[in-house]
T-cell receptor
Framework: KAGVTQTPRYLIKTRGQQVTLSCSPISGHRSVSWYQQTPGQGLQFLFEYFSETQRNKGNFPGRFSGRQFSNSRSEMNVSTLELGDSALYLC???FGQGGYEQYFGPGTRLTVT | SQKIEQNSEALNIQEGKTATLTCNYTNYSPAYLQWYRQDPGRGPVFLLLIRENEKEKRKERLKVTFDTTLKQSLFHITASQPADSATYLCALGRGDYKLSFGAGTTVTVRA
């Protein structure tokens, strides 16, 4: 079974631009979560989607948004990029909602200059 | 606000010894707790899940305990090997579909 894939793996953007990151979950997994990982803040929850519905959102500004498609693939978007948005963005999929182990992708390393 | 603390940032142990990692939490009532392993440049990998009504779980050389009274989980790696060197993360969750992670403990096993 193929694992979680994320594209692109690396990205360099300038302040003020916007970016879209993509995540393909493991086949059969309907829940997709997104996390931001930085050395200072660790792994922080961004949002979770299940069957195209956002079920929870972390404490991030409205510049961070996401969506899930009918095939469970998910995208997250960050608009008006700031230097502090530089981070590893991780996507994780799981079979169900809550209480299931999450399978993480390799992440997208975003650098904002 | 909720707080999740992992005992120390780094743990250095000799090969063959048992590594014990601690995860403490406050202002939170998790329904379950998970442990993950993360290697540099990679996403976390799931290791174990324990629910609030369970005291202990084992998987090969790994053991996790969960004490909801103490608000603490202990994670043990027995007969440690250099290949166990990684960062270990605890994560707490409940019915709101959100996992909250600790900062992680980096374990280094010396041969």
């Amino acid at each position: 079974k193929a694992g979680v894939t994320q594209t692109p793996r690396y990205l360099i953007k300038t302040r003020g631009q916007q970016v879209t990151l993509s995540c393909s979950p493991i086949s059969g997994h309907r829940s997709v979560s997104w996390y931001q990982q930085t050395p200072g803040q660790g792994l922080q929850f961004l949002f979770e989607y299940f069957s195209e519905t956002q079920r929870n959102k972390g404490n991030f500004p409205g510049r961070f948004s996401g969506r899930q498609f009918s095939n469970s693939r998910s995208e997250m978007n960050v608009s008006t990029l700031e230097l502090g948005d530089s981070a590893l963005y991780l996507c994780a999929s799981s079979f169900g909602q809550g209480g299931y182990e999450q399978y993480f992708g390799p992440g997208t390393r975003l650098t904002v200059t | 606000s909720q707080k999740i603390e992992q005992n120390s940032e780094a743990l250095n142990i000799q090969e063959g010894k048992t590594a014990t990692l601690t995860c403490n939490y406050t202002n939170y009532s998790p329904a379950y707790l998970q442990w993950y392993r993360q290697d540099p440049g990679r996403g976390p990998v799931f290791l174990l899940l324990i629910r609030e009504n369970e005291k202990e779980k084992r998987k090969e050389r790994l053991k996790v305990t969960f004490d909801t009274t103490l608000k603490q989980s202990l994670f043990h790696i027995t007969a440690s090997q250099p290949a166990d060197s990684a960062t270990y993360l605890c994560a707490l969750g409940r019915g709101d579909y959100k996992l909250s992670f600790g900062a992680g403990t980096t374990v280094t096993v010396r041969a």
